[in-house]
């Protein structure tokens, strides 16, 4: 499904370095600077912290392995119900393309960002950040991926090129918007 039609409208995202605080609208840094302070354990004299995570009844930790496609945005989704985050193994690289959380069935186009990841820390998205699956520079490039299983189970709700459930809103840009999102990827 790569490769979009060339009569559609194009518009070009500028791929910007992810930082705490261009990313704080969508959600926060694991790793490297953290803009949001940890939540200290009661045990250890507060030297443990803990970043939250919201739906943490149904949770499926995987490791997605992820080859280089085609720099174009296709699909965006969001989750009702918890935050997504994705954590990079290996160290290296990896581009998000999210706009903040909004009413409506789709984001406004000029909040849609793309931010790269140095490979040195992950993201915990807030509940109903839009994003599109992470795209690579490099074939064979390792992800976390925390989610809740119910947006899993709703990914298999298809409705023509769209899934949507519960927890799941996954829209199809080109379809909806006539448009296809170009990514500056090196």
């Given at each position: 499904m790569d490769?979009?039609?060339?009569?559609?409208a194009?518009?070009r995202l500028?791929?910007e370095?992810?930082?705490?605080?261009a990313l704080a609208p969508?959600?926060e840094?694991?790793?490297?600077?953290?803009?949001?302070q940890?939540?200290?354990?009661?045990?250890?004299?507060?030297r443990?912290?803990m970043v939250?995570?919201v739906g943490a009844?149904?949770?499926?930790?995987?490791v997605?392995?992820?080859k280089?496609?085609?720099?174009e945005?296709?699909w965006?989704?969001r989750?009702?119900?918890?935050t997504q985050s994705f954590?990079p193994?290996?160290?290296?690289?990896?581009?998000?393309?999210?706009?903040?959380?909004c009413a409506?069935?789709?984001?406004?186009?000029?909040s849609?960002?793309?931010f790269?990841f140095d490979?040195?820390a992950?993201?915990?998205?807030?509940?109903?950040?839009?994003?599109?699956?992470?795209f690579?520079?490099?074939?064979?490039t390792?992800?976390v991926?925390v989610?809740?299983?119910?947006a899993?189970?709703d990914?298999?709700?298809?409705?023509?090129?769209?899934?949507?459930?519960g927890?799941l809103?996954?829209?199809?840009?080109?379809?909806?918007l006539g448009?296809v999102?170009e990514?500056?990827l090196?």
């Amino acid at each position: 499904m790569d490769g979009a039609p060339a009569s559609l409208a194009r518009r070009r995202l500028t791929v910007e370095p992810a930082t705490p605080e261009a990313l704080a609208p969508m959600g926060e840094m694991i790793g490297g600077p953290l803009v949001t302070q940890s939540r200290p354990l009661d045990y250890y004299n507060g030297r443990i912290g803990m970043v939250g995570w919201v739906g943490a009844d149904d949770v499926v930790i995987s490791v997605a392995r992820l080859k280089c496609r085609a720099p174009e945005v296709r699909w965006i989704e969001r989750h009702h119900k918890h935050t997504q985050s994705f954590l990079p193994l290996g160290g290296r690289p990896f581009v998000l393309v999210m706009a903040p959380p909004c009413a409506g069935a789709m984001p406004p186009v000029e909040s849609i960002r793309a931010f790269r990841f140095d490979g040195t820390a992950g993201f915990l998205m807030h509940v109903g950040t839009w994003h599109e699956f992470p795209f690579v520079e490099t074939d064979d490039t390792d992800v976390v991926v925390v989610l809740r299983g119910e947006a899993l189970r709703d990914l298999k709700n298809v409705q023509g090129t769209e899934a949507h459930g519960g927890d799941l809103d996954k829209n199809d840009l080109q379809a909806r918007l006539g448009l296809v999102l170009e990514l500056d990827l090196p």
